[in-house]
């Protein structure tokens, strides 16, 4: 079975930082891509930031929004991906989610996701 969970949410203050974390168990993380995805009331989700399966890298990514606050890495022995989430504003509240996407082979791949986790920037 698949198993995708995150944790590490909370309530913060305006200009605080949280880390998020993503373990995956029952996929071959070295050729899953990791993404954190985040969906705020009445707004469509959105990707937040990405990783992808390669070991020298992962050629991280992310939203504009989130360029320079967010760092998106990863522990390969751990299968696990965080989030480090700094200078946070109140449009960072969210729910985040964990996406693991496994490349089973070429033009084929399949979307895991966690249940999320509450994020909520707030003075």
């Known amino acids: 079975q698949v198993q995708v969970v995150e944790s590490g949410g909370g309530l913060v203050q305006p200009g605080g930082s949280l880390r998020l974390s993503c373990t995956v168990s029952?996929?071959?993380?070295?050729?899953?891509?990791m993404n954190w995805y985040r969906q705020a009331p009445e707004k469509e989700r959105e990707l937040v930031a990405g990783i992808d399966a390669t070991i020298s890298g992962g050629n991280p990514r992310y939203v504009d929004s989130v360029k320079g606050r967010f760092t998106i890495s990863k522990d390969n022995d751990k299968k696990t991906v965080y989030l480090q989430m700094d200078n946070l504003n109140p449009e960072d509240t969210a729910v985040y989610y964990c996406n693991a996407r496994h490349i089973r082979a070429f033009r084929e791949a399949a979307d895991y996701w966690g249940q999320g986790t509450q994020v909520t920037v707030s003075s």
């Open positions: 029952g996929l071959p993380f070295s050729r899953t891509d």
